[in-house]
């Protein structure tokens, strides 16, 4: 081990970051807490040891004492790092996995589109009806590679924000109008109310709209099949320094038991059986984590059976830029 490489250990943040796992979670992190453990103890032996016992006593307790905190912190240490160590190849293997799956899925789309556009001959009824299934198969592959990426760079500090001056209220009015049509096939009538006036913020606009997309995305596919009045209330409101954004639904809601789990990786809530609705349990993570990079917060409310109630604030433009200053 050269002196760059232990430099490198040294820069404990950064070793942290590597391994993806927070600092709590991390063996160099505990390493260095570890340390002040053992010398606090040392200190306390010495005091007890000066005040109360005879030097050589002393001396022997002060050996055992350091040479058991050593054992045991190196014991502790070790099996965090392998832990850690299985956390990053984990990773590292989801990242390989997904690149690797992204070029043929993406030739795969192509070829479909061509297909599909009549760009390589006439197709009839039948075959259009097995193309567009494969198209939809590959679509779903492409977003759970997608979104799999997104988590891995998400987790390990790499996903890329580009942040700029922005209307909130005209991006949550784009999304509203695209996925009416969803909306209205699912029977579910969407509401916008907002404030007069919201002002812009400042984030990357295709990242919130990956956020704004999958809340109300879920409220449509999370509804209720058997009820009338289903429907989606979208809120924009200014609240002191920040826009709340939000999304109540009178959805089939999320179980109390399963609440504190919803933002963890590859959820899906137990109350989906008649909803047969397709999803990877990555999208609330992946949005949560766009918002809590842009300074902002995600939570929610939910009772099962009755509906949800997602949430999230951003911090206004002007604020942000000023604090930054
Ligand atoms: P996906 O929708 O792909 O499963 P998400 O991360 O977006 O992944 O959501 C995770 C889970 O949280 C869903 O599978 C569902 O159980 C629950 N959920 C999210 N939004 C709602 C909602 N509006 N109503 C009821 N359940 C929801």
Redesign the pocket.
Known sequence: MGPKDILKQLNVFAECRRYGIPLRQCPSFLFVIMGLIIIVAMLLTYYIGVHYLAPEMLIIILGITTIVLLIVGHTIVASFERIAQANRMKSEFVSIVSHQLRTPLSSLKWSLDLLRGRRLGEINKKQEEYLDIVNESNNRMIDLVNDLLNVNRIEEGRFEIKPKTFSLESLAEEVIEELRPIANKSGVVINLYKDKNIPSIYADPNRIRMAVE??I???I??SKKDIKDKFINVGLKQEKDEIRFS?E?N????PTALQKQ?FGKF???D??IKQR?????????I?RGIIKLSGGEMDFK?KEGR??H?WFTLPIANKLINRSR
Do not use: M, Q
Not at 251 to 254: C, R, S, V
Not at 277 to 285: A, C, P
């Open positions: 999958n809340l995305d879920n409220a596919k999370y999304v639904d959805g089939i809601g999320i919803v959820f899906r809530g109350n989906l609705v397709e999803g990877t349990g990555l999208g609330l993570f949005a939910s509906g949800s997602f």
